[in-house]
């Protein structure tokens, strides 16, 4: 039975009242638990009709409903969720729980000739667990193979989307380690909750990230430097330019002398002058194309790329594939193609679609605050350390 703590409202016979458990509330007795008949709600299911199936009087509910205004939580049930009910052989029911969630449950007890409504509030129980895995086909598939479920899989992409391209960049043993928390009720797992430190290897670039819960209990998410695993592209790929042209839908053709939209930015600059990647990424395509001249495009993740054309040459160094960082000089401004004058034609391509890279608002990319730096910088050390163990042990467990 939970623990009550005081009635919060009551009305005529009945009462609500309000209760807080503890996952280590002890477990219900043998006896105790013989008496229940447990159901999962169906599509269409009411909590007359599940009554009236366990051979109960079905429109006494109906009443109950209709007299305790907090009972309209069991007008609607929802597929999935379970209900509970004690009821003696042959004897009128004594006890009726509905679990609306792993968090909530409402309690109906019969009290003679009248009912008692008791809303329980579930403190779980959490105990931090690891997984770690290697790709061998897909973050999905790789991922539950390992034990982590779709949810957590899906934080684990969302948290490293930025610096790694999960639908194209992946390779035959990239490593995981993911640590996260588990919600247990009454020693049964309930659920998943929070990453709290993960790390990802991929292409031998190892990216780690840490979380940081505000009071509210939200994560976000730093590298272990305190900086947001969240990145913003430098505003401009030319240092020292001026803007010879800006995004437009529509403008007049320097060269072809008619009306185009413009889906870029230029940057007017001496040939030579460095172009550098606005963000982390890999090379998509390096080379000559059409009126672009010489041209770079690059993958930043599965949303962004950004392309760099007219340029007089490439940095030597870098290949169709290559990954370049943020920053990274990756050839020169030039007036190859269809240029008038030297000047780096800038693309910005969100889904593939070109937008103006100098009004696009990056979401929130900002570092740990100032002062959380150093309850951070303590949290992330104790992870790392922890992210070092576990991601050795998973190697030598499989092998590698
Ligand atoms: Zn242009």
Redesign the pocket.
Known sequence: MPRTDGTIQATGTESIRQAVTSADSPPPSAAERDAWSVTTIRKGDTLSGILAREGQNGGEISRVMASIPEARVFRRLYPGQTLRLRAETGQPWQELIYENGPTEAFHLVRQGNRFELTREIRRFDTRTTHVAGAIESSLFEDGQNAGLSDALIMKLAEIFGWDIDFALGLRRGDRFAVIYEEKYWRGQKVGDGDILAAEFINQGRVFRAIAYRDNDGHATYYTPEGMSVRRSFLRTPVAFSRIT?RFSRSRFHPVLKKWRA?H?V?YGAPTGTPVHATASGRILSLGQYGGYGKRIVIRHNATFSTVY?HLSRYNTKLRAGSFVEQGQTIGYVGSTGLATGP?L?YEFRVNGVHRNPLTFRFPGATPIAREQREDFARMAKTWSERLDIVGRNAQIASGN
């Open positions: 042209s413009h870029g230029d054309a000047h034609h």
